[in-house]
T-cell receptor, first 114, second 113 residues
Framework: KAGVTQTPRYLIKTRGQQVTLSCSPI?????VSWYQQTPGQGLQFLFE???????NKGNFPGRFSGRQFSNSRSEMNVSTLELGDSALYLC?????????????FGQGTRLTVV | QQQVKQSPQSLIVQKGGISIINCAYE??????FPWYQQFPGKGPALLIA???DVSEKKEGRFTISFNKSAKQFSLHIMDSQPGDSATYFC????????????WGAGTKLIIKP
């Protein structure tokens, strides 16, 4: 069974640009969550999607948005990039929409904003 | 109330020794406590998880101890090996709340051969 696939693995963008990250969950998984990982703030929850609906959202500005498609693949978009958005963005998929189920993480997309 | 506090920030243990990492939480609504292991360049991988109806869970060399009254839980790695060198994260979440893990800050573990 293929794992969670995130593309691209690395991105370099300029301040003010926008970026779209992609996540393909494990086949059959309908829940996709996104996290931002930085050395200073650790892992922080961005949002969670289940069956194309955003079910939960973390404390991030509106520049961060996402969506989920009917095949459960998800995209995350960050507009008007800031230097502080440089981070590893992780996607996790799980088989249900509830907690207490294992979240499988992808290898992440390393975003560098210059 | 949403925080999970993890300590120590870094830990060096001799091969064969016991590695102990501690976490404390505040929100009594949390009822799922996983530990994740992360190697450089990789995403976190679930190591072991516990629910508050048990005080201890063991899987191989990894054990979670859970103290509900103190709102603390810890990871013990017995017979630590150089391959265990990684960053370990504790986390917590509420059941039936739509998936949202609250993470500890992480512990960088180094096992010296």
């Amino acid at each position: 069974k293929a794992g969670v696939t995130q593309t691209p693995r690395y991105l370099i963008k300029t301040r003010g640009q926008q970026v779209t990250l992609s996540c393909s969950p494990i086949s059959g998984h309908r829940s996709v969550s996104w996290y931002q990982q930085t050395p200073g703030q650790g892992l922080q929850f961005l949002f969670e999607y289940f069956s194309e609906t955003q079910r939960n959202k973390g404390n991030f500005p509106g520049r961060f948005s996402g969506r989920q498609f009917s095949n459960s693949r998800s995209e995350m978009n960050v507009s008007t990039l800031e230097l502080g958005d440089s981070a590893l963005y992780l996607c996790a998929s799980s088989s249900t929409n509830g907690a207490n189920t294992e979240a499988f993480f992808g290898q992440g997309t390393r975003l560098t904003v210059v | 109330q949403q925080q999970v506090k993890q300590s120590p920030q870094s830990l060096i243990v001799q091969k064969g020794g016991i590695s102990i990492i501690n976490c404390a939480y505040e929100n009594t609504a949390f009822d799922y406590f996983p530990w994740y292991q992360q190697f450089p360049g990789k995403g976190p991988a679930l190591l072991i998880a516990i629910r508050p109806d048990v005080s201890e869970k063991k899987e191989g060399r990894f054990t979670i101890s859970f103290n509900k009254s103190a709102k603390q839980f810890s990871l013990h790695i017995m017979d630590s090996q150089p391959g265990d060198s990684a960053t370990y994260f504790c986390a917590a979440s509420r059941a039936h709340s739509n998936y949202q893990l609250i993470w500890g800050a992480g512990t960088k573990l180094i096992i010296k051969p």
